[in-house]
């Protein structure tokens, strides 16, 4: 029997789509995978650089594994992802860590192990000049990676990310993406639309379209340039699949009518946009180097609402950002109210080495400070959402079932034969429900009774 490995996911959707990747790839390189620390001979930890917060996570991981590998020297720890490209050597470094390999790397990450396991040397695979034009052995290596192995999470049954594009060329001053996954690169279309449709084959219903800045997607060919749009378009011809997301989107003009257009054209496309607006204050937006103003994106949200009436919107938000005045962050709160976002997700900021806003600007405002303002901007959107959701009592919605809900939402006298489910609505609010577990990976009609700014509960019809 192979060798056992267990991999830890930090991040986002675009991190776990990489664990997905690698866990197949192991899989096929004839190694087991296991949920279990105790019965790994290899741990994986798959890391993510976006906020301080999650790289203390990976530490403290790493002091807890340094502990095990006392008693059990053999054990292989690799660090992979954006930490592992943002730190290489130094993380290498550290007494836990035998392979640091960054996201563009992952592509050697069965012969890396194998390789440690056999001299037990450590080992650094991270990408030197990473914001350069990628070799075509490189580009070639994520590709075949990507196409061979991308078929299914298989956590969620019938839903599968794909992704369309790799990097980032934006350079928000507070984001260290562009430094450790390197330029924006689009994935040639017939590769993605080949990937849908071999899902569709394995059974995905609904395929999520992933990149830093999705609605970006630009690819040349012949005569034709690609966009986000023509995608969803070529995707929603694919027999078997019934639902089409993208995230996340930034805000932009370019491709932007013909995206919403698409979404209002296709009864695949989902009515959901990810858009993030990070300040409502101009002054804050430029030190961002976010490239538009407040009032501009507010009129991006009304064109949305113009061409798709009922589209449900989620926004992210920055509090604390250098600079950031009690006036500045009552703007923030304004275009909260404005906005009308069915979520948003808010954080506090925090400097990341090397991008260019720890480089010039002082983190001023007190930790104190961005926890209230963390925790009013909260407030106001929960009232929105909970309005919102409100519109949804007595209703019947189609919802994706996702599998046994992980919180105890509703009464469960009747668990044993009908567990609570979580599903989401294809403007993806989520939905609770009693019902019978074979209904993961199905469509289903609920009927709403009760609400919650978050969550919607129901009955099955
Ligand atoms: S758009 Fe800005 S925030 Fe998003 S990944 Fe690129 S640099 Fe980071």
């Given at each position: 029997m192979g060798k056992h490995v267990h991999i830890k996911s930090f991040g986002c959707q675009m991190n776990k789509l990489d664990t997905a990747l690698v866990r197949s790839a192991l899989d096929e390189a004839g190694f087991s995978l296991t949920e279990k620390v105790g019965d790994a001979d290899v741990v994986l930890i798959n890391t993510c650089s976006v906020r301080e917060h999650a790289e203390q996570r990976v530490l403290s991981h790493l002091g807890h594994l340094k502990h095990i590998k006392k008693s059990r020297p053999d054990l292989v720890v690799g660090v992979i992802g954006c930490m592992a490209q943002r730190l290489g050597d130094e993380l290498l470094e550290h007494e836990a860590v035998n392979i640091v390999c960054g996201p563009a790397e992952i592509p050697q990450i069965s012969e890396l192990i194998t390789k440690v396991m056999q001299d037990g040397k450590k080992s650094l695979a991270v990408t030197a000049g990473i914001r350069r034009k990628a070799p075509a052995e490189r580009s070639h290596a994520l590709e075949e990676f990507e196409a061979a192995y991308g078929i299914e999470d298989g956590r969620i049954p019938a839903q599968a990310f794909v992704r369309v594009m790799r990097g980032c060329n934006n350079f928000c001053s507070y984001c260290v993406v562009p430094y450790v996954r390197g330029p924006e690169i689009s994935r040639p279309p017939e590769a993605i639309i080949e990937q849908i449709r071999k899902l569709a084959d394995h059974g995905t219903r609904q395929v999520t379209l992933l990149g830093q800045t999705v609605n970006s997607y630009k690819y040349e060919q012949g005569d034709k340039t690609w966009s986000l749009a023509d995608l969803l378009g070529a995707a929603s011809d694919i027999n078997g699949i019934e639902w089409l997301r993208f995230v996340t989107s930034y805000?932009?003009?370019?491709?932007?009518?013909?995206?919403?257009?698409?979404?209002?054209?296709?009864?695949?496309?989902?009515?959901?946009?990810?858009?993030?607006?990070?300040?409502?204050?101009?002054?804050?937006?430029?030190?961002?180097?976010?490239?538009?103003?407040?009032?501009?994106?507010?009129?991006?949200?009304?064109?949305?609402?113009?061409?798709?009436?009922?589209?449900?919107?989620?926004?992210?938000?920055?509090?604390?950002?250098?600079?950031?005045?009690?006036?500045?962050?009552?703007?923030?709160?304004?275009?909260?109210?404005?906005?009308?976002?069915?979520?948003?997700?808010?954080?506090?900021?925090?400097?990341?080495?090397?991008?260019?806003?720890?480089?010039?600007l002082q983190d001023t405002v007190p930790a104190e400070t961005k926890q209230r303002r963390n925790v009013e901007l909260l407030a106001v959107q929960e009232k929105i959402s909970d309005e919102l959701s409100r519109d949804f009592l007595g209703r019947r919605v189609k919802v994706l079932v996702e599998g046994p809900s992980k919180k105890a939402h509703l009464n469960s006298a009747d668990a044993a034969d009908n567990p609570q489910l979580a599903a989401r609505t294809a403007t993806d609010y989520i939905v609770v429900f009693n019902g019978p577990e074979s209904l993961a990976g199905r469509f289903a009609d609920v009927k709403i009774i009760r609400t919650s700014p978050l969550t919607l509960f129901g009955e099955p019809v």
């Open positions: 805000p932009s003009d370019e491709f932007f009518d013909e995206i919403m257009q698409i979404m209002a054209d296709s009864p695949k496309v989902c009515n959901y946009l990810h858009i993030p607006a990070q300040s409502g204050s101009d002054k804050i937006l430029r030190a961002m180097n976010r490239n538009y103003s407040c009032e501009w994106y507010l009129e991006l949200l009304d064109r949305a609402r113009a061409v798709v009436p009922g589209i449900s919107i989620a926004g992210d938000f920055i509090v604390g950002f250098p600079g950031e005045t009690e006036e500045d962050f009552q703007a923030t709160v304004d275009l909260l109210r404005k906005a009308w976002y069915k979520n948003a997700f808010i954080f506090k900021y925090s400097p990341r080495p090397g991008t260019r806003s720890d480089k010039r």
